[in-house]
């Protein structure tokens, strides 16, 4: 029993899967922020995108 504790502490299989998971995270939380708070005017350019998208569509 002690032998499988210690080889599941010193286990190091799936970290590098820990570590991109967070820097996903980190990514996407700075990503959200940014639109949020909309610095250089992001959201104001998405809505026009959206809005003339939407447009081209309803003419056809």
């Not at 570590?19 to 026009?48: M, R």
Request: net charge negative.
């Amino acid at each position: 029993m002690m032998n499988t504790v210690r080889n599941f502490v010193r286990d190091e299989n799936g970290e590098d899967l820990i570590e991109y998971g967070l820097l996903a995270a980190f990514v996407a939380a700075v990503a959200l922020v940014t639109i949020i708070l909309d610095p250089i005017g992001i959201k104001g350019s998405l809505v026009n995108a959206f809005t003339r998208a939407k447009d081209a569509l309803d003419k056809q």
